[in-house]
C-alpha cells in the first residue's frame, strides 16, 4: 500500500501524479494505456485548504463549484451540463440517478443519510455506525454508463475531532481528482459543523489511483508553484442546505441579478458563484464583463479560472488589457 501524506491537497497533488507516472503498473484497457498504483492512502492534515491550485492543472474551476453545488442538493438534472458539455454522456433521458449528492441525501428516494449520519454521531459521539453508503449494487452493477467512483464516506469523532475517511473504487488523479476532493472535504466541513466539531483528519483511500496515457505528458508540466491566495474552502460555520439550495438555483438560472443575490452571502460561496456567471459572460463573448467579475474574486478561484481560461480559451486574453 502506498500512503501520500501532506499539508494540502497542493502540496501532494504533483507528487502522486509524478508517482503513479513513474512507478504505476501500465495496462490497457479498451486500446488505452493506464498507469495504476494500488491500493492507496491519502491522507491530508489540513482538510480546510480544499481547492487544489498547481500550476499546469488547468481544470474548471465554475464546473467545480456547480458540481459541488448539484451534489449537495441532492441534484440529478442537467442543468450541471451547462458547465461540462462532456457531462451528458452520462445522462439518461436528462437525469443522473447515481450522482453522489442523490445518493448521500435522497437514498431511494426516502433516505437523508447525511441527517441521520449526523445524528446518529450527536447521540453517541464514539459510534463505530457513522457510515454514508453511495455503492448500490442493485443499480451500479446492471447500469455501466455511470458507476460512482466514492463508494462510501466514514465519520468518526476521537479527541473531540471529527475526522473522515472516503473510500473510492477508483479516482482518475487528473480529471476527476480535482473535484471529487472539493466536494469531499466540502462535505467534511458541512457535517463538521453540523455536530459542532473541529475537522480532524481526512483520508482518501482509493482501491487504485489512476492515470490515462493522453495525460501522461501533461504530467510532466506540472510546476510546484505556491501562490499567494487563499485556497481555503470556508463556510464562514454554516451548515445551511436551504442555502445550498438557493445558491444551486442561482447557477443553474443565472439571473442578471445573480450576484446581487449573493451580496449578504459568505465569501466562499460569492466566489464560487463569481466563478460560474464569468464562465457563462465568457462563452457569451462578454469579455469585459468577464474579467470585471474575475477581477472581483477574492479567493484562488480567482487565479484557477485565469489558469484554465489560459489554457482552453486564450482568446478571452487577447480581447482585454485588464490581464
Known sequence: MRVFQGKNTNQLYIEIAHAILNEGEEIVKDGRKIRELFPCVIKIDHPDQGILLVEGRPYNPAFLIAETLWNLTGDTTDWLCNYNKIYHNYFTDNKLEAGYGNRIFNWDKNTNQFELV?????????????????????????????????????????????????????????????????????????????????????????????????????????????FNCNNHIDLNNRCDFAALRKYRDIIQHLPENSLELMKDEPEYWQNGIKACVAYSLLHKRKFEEAHKVIDSITNCLKVQFEIWAKHYHKFFFEQSEII
Open 118 to 226: 449526523a445524528k446518529r454521531l450527536i447521540d453517541e459521539p464514539y459510534s463505530q455506525h457513522a457510515d454514508i453508503t453511495i455503492f448500490n449494487p442493485s443499480f451500479d452493477l446492471k447500469n455501466p454508463k455511470f458507476v460512482p467512483c466514492i463508494t462510501k464516506l466514514k465519520f468518526r469523532i476521537r479527541d473531540n475531532q471529527l475526522h473522515m475517511t472516503s473510500f473510492m473504487r477508483a479516482q482518475d488523479i487528473w480529471l476527476g481528482f480535482p473535484y471529487d476532493i472539493n466536494l469531499l472535504l466540502t462535505i467534511f466541513q458541512l457535517m463538521a459543523i453540523k455536530v459542532n466539531k473541529q475537522m480532524g483528519d481526512y483520508y482518501h483511500y482509493c482501491d487504485v489511483l489512476r492515470l490515462y496515457e493522453a495525460n501522461f505528458d501533461k504530467v510532466q508540466n506540472l510546476k510546484p508553484e505556491y
